[in-house]
């Protein structure tokens, strides 16, 4: 079975800063990997996903990650951030082949200081 | 494209009653239909997967007749709280999957339930 490991429970930075959030995944097969984010009391909204291809995946709002499949990772930058970009963010994988449900990391809360 | 909506956006109920929560998906056919479940500062907690015309099947720890779930035609899934107990207060978020993108989930807006 797979699974996501978001390494950072919470990450402050000042606005106009750069920021990583990180996320790694355990699967012993072929995956499909996303970024999710989630403003307070409303559902997800995607980011970017990889799917196959090019391993720098551009997403909106600016966000970017990179699938490194040597090192299971799967981080999401972004090189100047928004007091709007306060927000959690959800990492997930689901496996090619296979049921494509997503597992969910446990999130990483982004909060942007002016 | 590609848009879930969820009905009501929050609810409070009694204790002891029932509550049926709505997913639509607005302008495409969703085979597959998921309702979650998320706790404060917590991930998403997959409740139940549904395809349409079919029963439900069930995540293990989740009561299938406390949470009876309903897709009942493409674009809309059911999700009714049965006996509310405080407990169940929550945050309910379902999602939908097409025919074509098989990878893909798109998220509704989420329903807050408080049981009181």
């Known amino acids: 079975a797979q699974s996501v490991t978001q390494l950072d429970s919470q990450v402050p930075v000042f606005e106009e800063a750069p920021v990583e959030l990180r996320c790694n995944y355990s699967?012993?097969?072929?995956?499909?990997l996303f970024w999710y984010v989630q403003y307070p009391n409303q559902g997800l909204q995607l980011l970017l996903k990889?799917?196959?291809?090019?391993?720098l995946v551009k997403g909106i709002n600016g966000f970017e990650a990179e699938f490194n499949k040597s090192q299971t990772s799967f981080h999401l930058r972004k090189p100047s951030v928004h007091i709007s970009d306060t927000a959690e963010y959800f990492c997930?994988?689901?496996?090619?082949?296979?049921?494509?449900?997503?597992?969910f990391g446990r999130g990483t809360s982004l909060i942007v200081h002016p | 494209g590609a848009v879930v909506s969820q009905h009501p956006s929050w609810v409070i109920c009694k204790s002891g009653t029932s509550v049926k929560i709505e997913c639509r998906s607005l302008d495409f056919q969703a085979t597959t239909m998921f309702w979650y479940r998320q706790f404060p500062k917590q991930s998403l907690m997959l409740m139940a997967t549904?395809?349409?015309?079919?029963?439900?099947?069930?995540e293990q720890g989740v009561e299938k007749d406390k949470f009876l779930i309903n897709h009942a035609s493409l674009t809309l899934s059911t999700l009714t709280v049965t006996s509310a107990h405080p407990e169940d207060s929550s945050f309910y978020i379902c999602s939908a999957r097409g025919l074509a993108e098989h990878y893909e989930q798109y998220f509704g807006p989420g329903t807050r339930l408080t049981v009181t």
């Open positions: 997930a994988v689901s496996v090619k082949g296979g049921s494509y449900i997503p597992t």
């Open positions: 699967s012993s097969v072929s995956v499909y």
């Open positions: 549904s395809n349409e015309g079919s029963k439900a099947t069930y």
């Open positions: 990889y799917l196959s291809g090019s391993t």
